[in-house]
């Protein structure tokens, strides 16, 4: 559904989001729908694959579905973690790991399928302002919001449409000082094509919410739009834009975003024929089927350590919120997952997303 080269975006707990790679795709401007790339990527045409040794450690336990994750400015840094099911923002002290509830923002639908409080954002200039931003599922929409701790949160944008499954819900600043948030169609996918809707977008909006005069589209927070469910935003060491979203059923992608480009939902899912220029494909693509497969290996290893009782069938998060999505489900990307033995929960690193 965008440019075809590769990248993985990555939320890990002792930095910010990270930007990897594995494999490549060429990029071109034709090709059938959903074809898979197999160059491996160029120098200039994203991150080339890397290797590196890392040790993951719990920092902590007790958490309820951790989804977004911001770390405060100063000497510590420590991280704010929001629990998409409860919408409690948590902070976690460094170093000790010690954990202490900030705020619940108020007005968050807990039972709201792939919803709930979903992103989270620290101001540029926090340390003049103190602001936190915050993007959640009400009971009539998905909004952004920002606050103090401590403090009443406050709505910026409003009325992005919501629904049981795609909702995106990643914000986060950008090198422009702007605030980006990704927003899903919500399954409905004409939302993506049509510039009037603000779903199935990467948005940009000034820290007020209010429109830049730079933006694309007149009047419009629409940045780029095509999109199905983007979920994942990082900015590489250039300065540009990359976002990771969910397919369908066919492939993921990790997209180059670029100012007014249409990304092809639902038109395109993966790399398929750019109609001209019209459409952008992913710098990376892979197959859905990889991450279900992964987790279901993960699941039958977890049972496994926990002692010699049967193995039992894939948990329900992992087989989607409806019978047509169940690939819906993990995919090969990294941000904080919930897992542990004996239903602990614990905030670290995982090949695998829970939706």
Same mark, same amino acid.
């Given at each position: 559904?965008?440019?075809?080269?590769?990248?993985?975006?990555?939320?890990?707990?002792?930095?910010?989001?990270?930007?990897?790679?594995?494999?490549?795709?060429?990029?071109?401007?034709?090709?059938?729908?959903?074809?898979?790339?197999?160059?491996?990527?160029?120098?200039?045409?994203?991150?080339?694959?890397?290797? #590196?040794?890392?040790?993951?450690?719990?920092?902590? *336990?007790?958490?309820?579905?951790?989804?977004?994750?911001?770390?405060?400015?100063?000497?510590?840094?420590?991280?704010?973690?929001?629990?998409?099911?409860?919408?409690?923002?948590?902070?976690?002290?460094?170093?000790?790991?010690?954990?202490?509830?900030?705020?619940?923002?108020?007005?968050?639908?807990?039972?709201?399928?792939?919803?709930?409080?979903?992103?989270?954002?620290? #101001?540029?200039?926090?340390?003049?302002?103190?602001?936190? !931003?915050?993007?959640? *599922?009400?009971?009539?929409?998905?909004?952004?919001?920002?606050?103090?701790?401590?403090?009443?949160?406050?709505?910026?944008?409003?009325?992005?449409?919501?629904?049981?499954?795609?909702?995106?819900?990643?914000?986060?600043?950008?090198?422009?000082?702007?605030? !980006?948030?990704?927003?899903? @169609?919500?399954?409905?996918?004409?939302?993506?094509?049509?510039?009037?809707?603000?779903?199935?977008?990467?948005?940009?909006?000034?820290?007020?919410?209010?429109?830049?005069?730079?933006?694309?589209?007149?009047? #419009?927070?629409?940045?780029? !739009?095509?999109?199905?469910?983007?979920?994942?935003?990082?900015?590489?060491?250039?300065?540009?834009?990359?976002?990771?979203?969910?397919?369908?059923?066919?492939?993921?992608?990790?997209?180059?975003?670029?100012?007014?480009?249409? !990304?092809?939902?639902?038109?395109? @899912?993966?790399?398929?024929?750019?109609?001209?220029?019209?459409? *952008?494909?992913?710098?990376?693509?892979?197959?859905?089927? @990889?991450?279900?497969?992964?987790?279901?290996?993960?699941?039958?290893?977890?049972?496994?350590?926990?002692?010699?009782?049967?193995?039992?069938?894939?948990?329900?998060?992992?087989?989607?919120?409806?019978?047509?999505?169940?690939?819906?489900?993990?995919?090969?990307?990294?941000?904080?997952?919930?897992?542990?033995?004996?239903?602990?929960?614990?905030? *670290?690193?995982?090949?695998?997303? @829970?939706?």
């Amino acid at each position: 559904m965008t440019q075809a080269p590769r990248a993985l975006l990555c939320l890990p707990i002792a930095a910010a989001a990270l930007l990897t790679a594995c494999g490549g795709a060429d990029e071109g401007s034709s090709g059938s729908q959903g074809q898979a790339a197999a160059a491996a990527p160029t120098a200039d045409s994203g991150p080339t694959a890397t290797t #590196s040794k890392s040790k993951l450690s719990t920092v902590a *336990t007790g958490l309820q579905v951790p989804w977004g994750i911001a770390f405060l400015p100063g000497k510590n840094g420590d991280a704010l973690v929001n629990e998409r099911t409860t919408g409690r923002i948590i902070r976690i002290a460094r170093p000790g790991g010690k954990k202490s509830v900030v705020l619940k923002i108020p007005g968050v639908d807990v039972n709201a399928g792939e919803g709930g409080l979903l992103g989270l954002a620290v #101001s540029p200039t926090y340390a003049k302002d103190k602001l936190l !931003y915050a993007y959640f *599922t009400s009971r009539s929409d998905n909004r952004i919001v920002r606050f103090k701790l401590g403090g009443r949160p406050k709505v910026i944008l409003s009325g992005l449409k919501r629904g049981q499954i795609h909702n995106g819900g990643r914000i986060a600043f950008g090198p422009d000082g702007k605030l !980006y948030a990704t927003v899903g @169609e919500t399954g409905n996918t004409a939302l993506a094509q049509d510039r009037s809707s603000q779903n199935g977008k990467i948005l940009r909006m000034n820290a007020n919410g209010s429109v830049p005069a730079d933006n694309p589209f007149k009047g #419009s927070r629409v940045w780029t !739009y095509g999109h199905r469910n983007p979920q994942g935003l990082a900015w590489d060491s250039k300065g540009r834009l990359w976002s990771s979203e969910f397919g369908q059923n066919t492939f993921d992608e990790v997209n180059l975003i670029q100012k007014g480009h249409n !990304y092809g939902w639902p038109i395109v @899912e993966g790399r398929g024929s750019t109609q001209g220029g019209k459409f *952008t494909n992913p710098k990376l693509i892979f197959r859905t089927s @990889e991450g279900l497969a992964e987790r279901r290996r993960h699941h039958r290893q977890q049972a496994l350590r926990r002692g010699p009782r049967r193995p039992g069938p894939v948990p329900q998060h992992a087989q989607g919120h409806d019978g047509h999505e169940a690939r819906q489900a993990p995919r090969r990307q990294v941000r904080p997952a919930t897992h542990g033995d004996q239903g602990a929960r614990r905030l *670290t690193l995982d090949r695998h997303v @829970e939706p």
